[in-house]
Nanobody
Framework: VQLQASGGGLVQAGGSLRLSCAASGLTFGNYAMGWYRQASGKERELVAVISSGGSTNYADSVKGRFTISRDNAKNTVSLQMNSLKLEDTAVYYC????????????????WGQGTQVTVSS
């Protein structure tokens, strides 16, 4: 299984970015997908997850600003990030699990390499 995240970059506060994660080596439609992030000096934390059936869950800190979606035909999961804040600065990772729906990072055996998101003032 390979996960390739892309779309990170430098953006001003209030701006938007769209992250994408391309998956290969798995039957994508059977996997829940998650986005996690890790800021410098902090632990990795949940951003959003989407089940194989399309159910979603968001961290309270991003609700109403971020949207996770998946395209099973293209084997991709995306994270649309709007109204970005300084505290959204982190390395963002996509992850995959055969479990139908979970927010526990330990339940995700497959991880991408991460993409840096930096929000400036």
């Amino acid at each position: 299984v390979q996960l390739q995240a892309s779309g990170g970059g430098l953006v001003q506060a209030g701006g938007s970015l769209r992250l994408s994660c391309a998956a290969s080596g798995l039957t994508f439609g059977n996997y829940a997908m998650g986005w996690y992030r890790q800021a410098s000096g902090k632990e990795r934390e949940l951003v959003a997850v989407i089940s194989s059936g399309g159910s979603t869950n968001y961290a309270d800190s991003v609700k109403g600003r971020f949207t996770i979606s998946r395209d099973n035909a293209k084997n991709t999961v995306s994270l649309q990030m709007n109204s970005l804040k300084l505290e959204d600065t982190a390395v963002y990772y996509c992850a995959a699990t055969r479990i139908y729906y979970t927010t526990r990072s330990a339940a995700y055996p497959y991880w991408g390499q991460g993409t840096q998101v930096t929000v400036s003032s």
